[in-house]
């Protein structure tokens, strides 16, 4: 295998018209952090694009954050805080769930896979912050997109094409984020010991409520670390408003349950266990699933499921969002969970090489989906040079 660790944009060009010459696909690596999202790749050569790294410019006033796609996330997120800014998606860190601990989560490689933690109930994917680009395509042609403006509208969005690409479209050198100030408190509503259906309708109220919620989610017993289920609710923003937003939704939810209100200490220990999957990094070989479905699916699903598997599982954005951790399937229970998923579907995040081999990770495409996939890639890779197979077999 030979590694590639082009330092300037005409380096990399050469590198990939090289590899277009010779028919020889390469894996794209920079962290490395989620080498192991998607179907296990065999590549004969690996490009590494470490050298396009550091922040290249950040205006606070104008909410915008240009740098290479290498930069470390917790560069990034160091930098933010100096202005109290953040991202606003929540990426989370799951190098403890996908056993890459000693790899660097990039900025890059989170746009990618188009990752979001709890917080994009409201305020969208990495997708929806992804503002421009620069890169390289696999027919060897340096390109950008988009711009450094929140305001844009030249030209075809291909930084949400490229967003959830799993670098099998482009290699990314630069990319442009919006970001947005720090919430100034954070309150938590928990009610204790619901069951799924009072949990799917505290959840709902919440969230059809006024007070414009920055998370909910739901654990039960088995993964809370509290002893009984949690259900729990997040408002954010200026303290005055949190205090009052906290106070009046405790009170609308005192039918389903007693609310206990957590302060911003406690909050803030909170949110990120969910975001980075801790209630489901053990066992190291269960099966982890993201199953997206209609909320008020959510608990049939789990019904149906508990008959023939065996799993863990907490629930995010409202019940849209259901995580399993499945042990001791053929498979991972991929064949059952997608039935009863229905028009949902599920996406295999952690599996073993031979599991992720058997089975899609990705959620099986219809027919006319799949064709407009291909004619998207063949427009940017017509031959497969870029993570060939890692979303899909051969492409």
Not at 79 to 84: D, F, K, P, R, T
Not at 169 to 186: D, F, G, I, N
Not at 278 to 288: F, S
Request: net charge positive; charged share 20%; hydrophobic share 45%.
């Amino acid at each position: 295998m030979t590694l590639f660790r082009p330092n300037t944009e005409t380096e990399l060009v050469a590198i990939v018209q090289q590899a277009l010459a010779t028919d020889e696909p390469l894996e794209l690596v920079a962290g490395g952090s989620k080498r192991g999202l998607g179907r296990p790749l065999q590549m004969p050569h690996t490009l590494d694009l470490g050298a396009f790294a550091g922040i290249a410019s950040y205006e606070p006033e104008e909410l915008v954050l240009t740098a290479g796609a290498a930069t470390p996330l917790a560069e990034i997120e160091t930098a933010l805080a100096a202005a109290n800014q953040m991202l606003a998606f929540e990426p989370g860190d799951w190098r403890a769930l996908l056993g890459s601990v000693k790899a660097v989560p990039t900025l890059g490689g989170t746009l990618a896979c188009n990752l979001a933690g709890p917080r994009r109930i409201r305020q969208g994917a990495a997708r929806d912050h992804f503002l421009g680009l620069k890169g390289v395509s696999a027919r060897g042609e340096a390109f950008k997109a988009g711009s450094k403006m929140v305001k844009n509208v030249t030209g075809y969005d291909l930084c949400k094409l490229m967003a959830g690409s799993y670098g099998t479209l482009a290699a990314l050198t630069e990319v442009s984020v919006k970001v947005l100030p720090r919430p100034e408190a954070t309150r938590t509503i928990v009610l204790y010991g619901l069951d799924d259906v009072a949990a799917l309708k505290a959840m709902t109220r919440a969230l059809n409520s006024s007070h414009e919620l920055g998370g909910a989610a739901h654990l039960p017993r088995a993964v809370s670390g509290a002893g009984k289920a949690m259900t729990l609710t997040r408002v954010e923003g200026p303290a005055p408003s949190v205090e009052a937003r906290a106070a009046a939704l405790r009170a609308e939810l005192t039918d389903i349950g007693a609310a206990e209100i957590l302060g911003d200490e406690e909050s803030l220990a909170l949110w990120p266990r969910l975001r980075d999957m801790t209630p489901l990094v053990e066992p190291r070989d269960a099966v982890i699933w993201r199953v997206s479905l209609a909320p008020n699916a959510a608990p049939a699903l789990l019904a149906r499921l508990k008959d023939q598997l065996d799993f863990k599982y907490f629930l995010d954005w409202g019940g849209g969002l259901l995580w399993l951790a499945v042990t001791g399937a053929k498979n991972g229970g991929a064949a059952m969970i997608r039935s009863a998923a229905g028009i949902g579907h599920a996406t295999m995040i952690r599996g073993s090489d031979a599991v992720r081999v058997a089975v899609p990770v990705f959620q099986p495409q219809a027919p006319a989906v799949a064709a407009l996939s291909l004619r998207v890639k063949e427009s940017f890779d017509p031959k497969r040079l870029f993570n060939r197979g890692r979303m899909y077999r051969d492409v």
